[in-house]
């Protein structure tokens, strides 16, 4: 089974609208962390937003912030107020329990494209 | 603040030559230091990881090594490309001691093997 799913492949959105990216994961670990990543089109992967499983307030960073709920195992990622310069790759990823020996587990993605 | 160097940021490599990819970290000690690969449109594949000069852990079994000389020095090797070793290589790094155990990553190098 899918640890990290992100279902939208893809995505279209007017300058300036808010967007969601959807991620689920399965964890049966109590302690995890959940990040997001930009990959713009020069390839680098840009750190965003980090939750953490016993944080109790949502994720904020700017214009990103991270729609936890534990009990449905999701962590979307919210990008209000789109900019063109928001276009790219956004992946979520997983990091489960303390002693996971530092691996990230890998969402497929979500292509965002920001039409002016 | 920290940062961290990939280089090349381009190479193209005929199948059966050897290769060498490397990657520094600098303003921070002891980083746990990554190597990833990603194919053209696909998510991340963790290849290596260090925890320490010396000590490297292989996720998968390949064609091709890691070696960790120095504290921030990060090396991918190989002795003899093959085709499928073209991708997209990230080098990152995070902190053990940090709350979160973020991973921050390099520019890349873009491998093509022909």
């Known amino acids: 089974a899918q640890k990290i799913t992100q279902t939208q492949p893809g995505m279209f959105v007017q300058e300036k609208e808010a967007v969601t990216l959807d991620c689920t994961y399965d964890?049966?670990?109590?302690?995890?962390?959940l990040f997001w990543y930009k990959q713009p089109s020069s390839g680098e992967m840009i750190f965003l937003i980090y939750q953490g499983s016993y944080d109790e307030q949502n994720a904020t960073e700017g214009r990103y912030s991270l729609n936890f709920q534990k009990a449905r195992k999701s962590a979307n990622l919210v990008i209000s107020a789109s900019q063109l310069g928001d276009s790219a790759m956004y992946f979520c990823?997983?990091?489960?329990?303390?002693?996971?020996?530092?691996?990230?587990?890998w969402g497929a993605g979500t292509k965002l494209i920001i039409k002016p | 603040s920290q940062t961290i160097h990939q280089w090349p940021a381009t190479l193209v490599q005929p199948v059966g030559s050897p290769l060498s990819l490397e990657c520094t970290v600098e303003g921070t000690s002891n980083p746990n230091l990554y190597w990833y690969r990603q194919a053209a449109g696909r998510g991340l594949q963790l290849l290596f990881y260090s925890v320490g000069i010396g000590q490297i852990s292989s996720e998968v079994p390949q064609n091709l090594s890691a070696s960790r000389p120095q504290d921030r020095q990060f090396i991918l090797s190989s002795k003899k490309l093959l085709l499928s070793d073209s991708g997209f290589y990230l080098c990152?790094?995070?902190?053990?001691?940090?709350?979160?155990?973020?991973?921050?990553f390099g520019p890349g190098t873009r491998l093509t093997v022909l």
């Open positions: 964890t049966s670990d109590q302690s995890y962390g």
């Open positions: 990823a997983m990091r489960e329990g303390r002693d996971s020996n530092y691996q990230l587990i």
């Open positions: 990152a790094w995070s902190l053990t001691s940090g709350h979160t155990d973020t991973q921050y």
